[in-house]
C-alpha cells in the first residue's frame, strides 16, 4: 500500500515595522503582551537605532533590519540586531534578501540612482545564488507598486527584475508614509505580496 509523502509546511508570525517609533508608547510588560507569539521581527527603516533596541529588548526576539533614507540615532549600538543590506540570509529554513535605502534626492547617505542600485543587486548575485528568495526586506517599493511620483517616495524598476528572476513569496518595505498604521496597502506582483510595513504590522508567512 502506497502513501501519499506528507508535505510539512513551517509558519512564522514576523512583526514588521517601519518609518515611526509608534511601539515605543507602550510599556515592555504591554509589548510582550501584544505581541507574544510573534517569531521574529523586521525593520524596513527609518526608525532609530534606539527603537530597535528596545523592541529586541522588550520581546526578546531576532531582530532584522536594512536602513532607510534617514538612519536616527546612529551612534546607538544594535550591533546584536541583523543588518542584512545587501545580503541574502538564511534564517530558520527562509532566504532573505535585503536592499537598504531609497531613490537619490539629495547628497545623503543610503540614497541610490536607479543605476547604482542595479550596480549593488549585481554585485550581490552571488549572494543571491539560485533558485528561489522567501522574502525581500527593503525600505523602498518596487517602482509603480505602492510607491509616488516624487522623486523621494519613487521606487526602483530593477526591483521587478528581483520579483521575476527569484520569484519570493514575500516583500515588505517602507518609506511610503500612510494615514495610520492601520491602513494596510498590499499589492500582488505575479505570486508576490508586497505589502507596505508602515507603523507596524503583523504579517503572517506560510513556506
Excluded at 520569484?167 to 492601520?182: A, E, N, V, Y
Amino acid at each position: 500500500m502506497f502513501f501519499k509523502k506528507r508535505k510539512y509546511t513551517k509558519q512564522f508570525k514576523i512583526l514588521a515595522i517601519s518609518d515611526t517609533d509608534i511601539l515605543e508608547k507602550f510599556s515592555i510588560e504591554q509589548l510582550r503582551t501584544m505581541f507574544k507569539d510573534i517569531d521574529f521581527i523586521m525593520s524596513a527603516g527609518d526608525v532609530s537605532n534606539h527603537y530597535l533596541d528596545y523592541l529586541f529588548t522588550a520581546l526578546g526576539k531576532d531582530l532584522i533590519y536594512v536602513n532607510g533614507n534617514h538612519v536616527y540615532g546612529v551612534n546607538h549600538d544594535i550591533s546584536f540586531c541583523k543588518n542584512i543590506d545587501g545580503k541574502v540570509l538564511e534564517y530558520k529554513g527562509l532566504k532573505i534578501l535585503g536592499l537598504d535605502g531609497s531613490k537619490k534626492y539629495s547628497h545623503g547617505v543610503h540614497q541610490y540612482t536607479e543605476k547604482e542600485m542595479t550596480n549593488k543587486i549585481m554585485r550581490n548575485l552571488f549572494n543571491l545564488g539560485f533558485g528561489h528568495l522567501d522574502i525581500v526586506l527593503s525600505h523602498s517599493p518596487p517602482r509603480h507598486i505602492n510607491d509616488k511620483e516624487d522623486i523621494t517616495h519613487q521606487g526602483f524598476e530593477i526591483f521587478h527584475k528581483v520579483i521575476k528572476t527569484f520569484k519570493p513569496k514575500l516583500w515588505l518595505h517602507g518609506h511610503i508614509h500612510l494615514s495610520s498604521h492601520h491602513q494596510n496597502i498590499e499589492t500582488k506582483v505575479e505570486d508576490t505580496r508586497v505589502i507596505n510595513v508602515y507603523g507596524y504590522k503583523i504579517i503572517e508567512f506560510k513556506k
